[in-house]
Structure formats: structure tokens, C-alpha cells
């Protein structure tokens, strides 16, 4: 009898370790396919023909933003909190581009500007107040500094950009680590806005804050896809309650949820509020760009096991043309009694690049044709990464519960990030800014993209090779070996899960 036992037993292994196999083949066939309803929507890849002619016209014509800028408000304030980040950065640079005097911005950050396009010229003068938001009395204080010119009556606009990201994490025990700064640190910018007399604030969003967790492990063998396995990005999500923690794809997504709820409620006919949700990784950035400028960085040790994924992507400069449409659409409508108040006020309105959702790709395909340095994304199977992620994730868990049984266990640096939360953002995500480009008479903002992705692209693209020209072997040299791809491991779950905040506190 004990033999039949243990052969029954050996048995029933064989059959479950088959079934196991079987299915992680079927979901790796899924992972690396596109499902058809989204390459409806994205039908085209983009050819080397028209990548080299697009650069050549850039070569000859560079992007110009200028003439796309709301206009000047002459004599009003402004306060940047992230000012040294991305999108933070790009809006000081677009006030004083359209005639903003550099002695009326403030920028509120955690770190002084490192980015080169604000250590010169007019941008090297403004204002910059070391805060950390999570920290009230270091906010008050940042708001509270007198101006330069004594001024302390104009009209004043606040653009919250900063946010903490890690994409990383959905375990409710961290969730306040992230909420600390990104729901707490938001509050404590409400209320010193409101304290120094800021009739209007828009903040940075995010579009992931609509992305469910993926079921990648839960497909039924009659499922073709994993459940949640595309997902469009709208707004809709903000006209229901809150989903439970669990219905987010991470701890950084629901905490966005909660600040941007808070921004958006705080909204009055004196102290007017919205908020911009770039949809949904931002890139064209000097500073943090985790699209187009890792994989340039990452050189010849670029994985990806996420060519096929579809995502609209937005060019931080769009992002911040959508905040100063927003401010000002809240400052010319309505008056301080509430009438006529425009009826974008206190929402979240979604911004994109004005093209169909690109794949990953096809910005893998522009950096490696056009780079001057050695540029190469070598193609991964997408489930023994997801595998490793729940690996990581339960060496984090253990580690942070127990740190010391654990603590020498846990992931650090780049590897931290591959956990299945950032897998949930690797998805398929079309996204549409379509309410946004409604008038603002109608509710919108009066929102039109003005480059596409392919040209924001081919744009950071030229600007990498005007400052690398040269660089090329000394590039590859310094990428290579086992130390240079472990590095870049997680640069393709970086690529997608790059969230739309500014480097900030």
C-alpha cells in the first residue's frame, strides 16, 4: 500500500507540476501578445523611414513650444512646489519663456535645481526655498518668505508637482510611507496656500490612479487574457467613491487618489482648484525622464519583456501647457461669488501627446536607430520576470516584518522595483484627454497636444546626440559586463511604470 501511496502522490505532482507549466506558457503567450482590440487603436509601428525623416526635419526645425503658452499674467506670483523636478521645471522655464520676471516665481522644492536649463540665464534667478512638505511648519514658512520686491498683495497661483514614487509597493503596512508624502504633504500645501492668500492651485495628478491590479496569476484556461489586462485611462474614476486599497494597483496610485480628491474639493470661489493627470509615463525631461532617457542612459543593457505593450505617453512640456490652460481657464470664468463658476473647476482632467497610443517598441526602435552612443534592448520572456517579481517582493515583505531574521534579504536599489505592483502599470493603458479638449464654456480646458510622440521623441533624441557627440565608445565600455545588466535589470519596468510627478519632497 505504501508504494501505491507514493506513486498516487508522484502522480498527482507530475499532473500539477504539467498544469503549472502549461499555464505559465500560456500566460507568457499572453504577455507577448497585443490584444486585438488595442492594435485597433494603435494600428501602426513606426517605420525607420519615417523615424530618420521625422529627426531630419527636427535636425532643420527643433520643436517650438513658445508659440503654443497661454499668455502672460503680468503682475501675479507664482509658487512651484517640486520646482526642480520635470514637470515642476518645465512650468518655471514656460513663465518666464511667455514674460514672467523671474523675482515673481518661487520655487519649493526638497533639493535645489540640477537640471542645466535653469542653472543660467533668468531661471537661475528665481527664487528657490528649500521645504520639506511632509513637514507644515517648513511649508508655511516657504510660502510665508517675503518677495523680493516687497510684493504681497498681487494675485497668486500655487503648481503642486511635488510627489514621493514608488510604484513599487502595495502592501497597506508601507502605504504610509508614500501617503506621508504624496496625501500629507499635499494637505499641508493646501493649507499654506490658502494661508498666503493663492486664489488658484493646480496640482500634478496621475493617470495611474485609474489602474486596477492585474490578475496575472488568477487567468482562467478559457481566458485568452489576464483580468484587467487593458485598461483605458479617463477620468470617470473620480465621479465614483474611492476604491478600496486593494483595487489599486499600488499604494502610490490610492494615495494619489486621495490627494487629488483633496485638491479637487478644496475648491471655492475664492481659492479655485484642479488638477492634471499626464497619461500616462511623461518623457522630454531633462531631469528623472524614466522613457526615452533611461533607455538612451541604459546604453547596450536595456531589457525589455514589454515591446508589445501599447501606452499613450505624454511630453512633460504638454503636462505643463495643461496646468497654465487650467489656471487660465479658473482665473478668466466666473467672479469671487461664485457665479458663473467654469465648470472645469475642481476636477482632474487627463493629458496625453495628440497621436495614438505608441508601444514600447517603437521608443526602443528611435533610440536604437538614431543614438549616437550604443543603444540596444535585448528582448526578455515577460514570465520568469513576473516570477522573480513575487520573489523580490516576498524577500521585501519578509525583510521589512521582520528585519532581523531578514533584513540582510532585502531588495535595494533598482532591483527593489520589480515587484508585481510595477508589473500592473506594464500593462496596456489607453488613455484619452478628450474631455480636456472640450472648451472651457463646455467643462473642458481648451486642451490641443501640439507634438506628437514620434517628434517629442525624435526631439530627445537630437538633444542627447548634440551632447554626446564623441561619446560613443567610451558609452559602451562603461555599460558592459555583469555589473552594467544587473543595473539595468528593472530599466524596462522603470519605462513603464514611470509615474507623472515631479522630483520633489
Wanted: proline residues 8%.
Amino acid at each position: 500500500m505504501e508504494w501505491l501511496k507514493a506513486h498516487l502522490l508522484a502522480s498527482a505532482a507530475s499532473v500539477v507540476l504539467v498544469l503549472a507549466v502549461l499555464y505559465l506558457w500560456k500566460l507568457n503567450r499572453a504577455l507577448t501578445a497585443t490584444p486585438p482590440e488595442v492594435l485597433a487603436l494603435s494600428p501602426h509601428r513606426w517605420t525607420e523611414q519615417e523615424i530618420r525623416a521625422t529627426y531630419a526635419r527636427l535636425e532643420r526645425e527643433p520643436l517650438c513650444w513658445a508659440a503654443h503658452l497661454p499668455p502672460a499674467r503680468p503682475g501675479r506670483r507664482y509658487v512651484v512646489v517640486g520646482g526642480s523636478g520635470g514637470v515642476g521645471g518645465q512650468l518655471i522655464l514656460h513663465l518666464l519663456e511667455r514674460g514672467q520676471p523671474p523675482e515673481s516665481i518661487r520655487n519649493v522644492d526638497f533639493r535645489a535645481p540640477a537640471r542645466p536649463d535653469m542653472l543660467s540665464g533668468p531661471a537661475s534667478r528665481v527664487d528657490f526655498v528649500q521645504a520639506d512638505i511632509t513637514d507644515a511648519a517648513s511649508v508655511d514658512a516657504a510660502f510665508a518668505k517675503p518677495w523680493p520686491r516687497g510684493d504681497s498683495k498681487s494675485g497668486l497661483t500655487v503648481f503642486h508637482t511635488a510627489a514621493m514614487i514608488v510604484p513599487n509597493e502595495r502592501a497597506e503596512a508601507t502605504y504610509d510611507r508614500v501617503a506621508r508624502v504624496n496625501v500629507g504633504g499635499t494637505r499641508h500645501v493646501l493649507e499654506a496656500a490658502r494661508r498666503a492668500g493663492a486664489s488658484v492651485l493646480v496640482a500634478t495628478s496621475s493617470a495611474s490612479t485609474g489602474i486596477r491590479p492585474v490578475g496575472y496569476l488568477s487567468m482562467w484556461p478559457w481566458q485568452r487574457w489576464p483580468r484587467n489586462y487593458v485598461q483605458a485611462l479617463d477620468e470617470a474614476d473620480f465621479d465614483q467613491p474611492l476604491r478600496p486599497h486593494d483595487e489599486y494597483f499600488g499604494n502610490y496610485a490610492h494615495a494619489k487618489a486621495v490627494a487629488e480628491r483633496l485638491v479637487c474639493g478644496a475648491n471655492t470661489p475664492t481659492f479655485r482648484t484642479g488638477a492634471i493627470r499626464p497619461a500616462n509615463g511623461i518623457y522630454g525631461s531633462s531631469v528623472g525622464d524614466q522613457l526615452v532617457g533611461l533607455c538612451l542612459r541604459s546604453g547596450t543593457s536595456c531589457p525589455s519583456w514589454t515591446p508589445n505593450i501599447i501606452q499613450n505617453l505624454v511630453h512633460a512640456t504638454h503636462v505643463s501647457i495643461g496646468h497654465l490652460l487650467f489656471e487660465a481657464a479658473l482665473l478668466d470664468h466666473g467672479d469671487e461669488q461664485g457665479n458663473d463658476m467654469p465648470g472645469c473647476a475642481g476636477r482632474p482632467f487627463c493629458i496625453t501627446d495628440p497621436n495614438p497610443p505608441p508601444a514600447f517598441r517603437d521608443i526602443y526602435n528611435v533610440c536604437m536607430t538614431l543614438a549616437v552612443t550604443p543603444s540596444e534592448v535585448q528582448m526578455l520572456q515577460p514570465v520568469p520576470m513576473l516570477l522573480l517579481a513575487y520573489v523580490i517582493e516576498l524577500c521585501d515583505t519578509l525583510a521589512r516584518q521582520l528585519p532581523g531574521l531578514f533584513g540582510w534579504v532585502r531588495p535595494r536599489g533598482q532591483i527593489a522595483l520589480l515587484q508585481p505592483a510595477t508589473f500592473s502599470v506594464a500593462t496596456h493603458t489607453p488613455a484619452t484627454d478628450a474631455a480636456a479638449q472640450k472648451p472651457v464654456a463646455e467643462g473642458g480646458l481648451g486642451y490641443r497636444g501640439v507634438y506628437t510622440t514620434l517628434e517629442g521623441v525624435c526631439q530627445q533624441v537630437l538633444d542627447w546626440n548634440r551632447e554626446h557627440t564623441g561619446e560613443g565608445e567610451a558609452r559602451e565600455s562603461s555599460n558592459g559586463g555583469l555589473g552594467g545588466k544587473v543595473n539595468a535589470l528593472v530599466n524596462d519596468v522603470q519605462h513603464a511604470a514611470a509615474m507623472p510627478a515631479a522630483v520633489g519632497a
